[in-house]
């Protein structure tokens, strides 16, 4: 049963992490929400390990960082994470993002075929 309270967006953004017991690598999130998201790599993290995310947008204004996330579960190289703490403007980019991903589908255009007029 899925016991998520904010919707995940699929999306494909590079990912880096890194925390104080020295675990560190690179990775793609594949999944992301106000409070969390999903993230593929060649790292094993132990659940319960504290991270810092920085999350790549396609945004000019660097990387999004999440100064505290827990990994909650990890299985064949994907990582859950729940965010713990972000500053108040990368909260605010953070809504922002998810917010563009919450209104995407809803104004795709006819661009790639029928009634493009092109």
């Not at 947008?57 to 729940?82: D, F, H, I, N, Y």
Request: with cysteine; net charge neutral.
């Amino acid at each position: 049963m899925d016991q998520r309270r904010h919707p995940r967006f699929p999306v494909r953004f590079h990912s880096s992490f890194s925390s104080v017991n020295l675990v560190a690598g690179d990775g793609i999130v594949v999944d992301l929400s106000l409070r969390g998201c999903g993230i593929l790599s060649s790292i094993d993290i132990l659940p319960g390990t504290t991270l810092e995310l920085r999350i790549y947008t396609p945004s000019s204004e660097g990387p999004l960082t999440v100064g505290q996330a827990v990994v909650r579960w990890c299985r064949s190289a994907r990582v859950g994470l729940e965010f713990l703490s972000l500053q108040p403007g990368e909260w605010a980019r953070l809504q922002e993002v998810v917010k563009e991903l919450n209104r995407q589908p809803y104004e795709r255009t006819s661009e790639d075929g029928e009634g493009a007029g092109t």
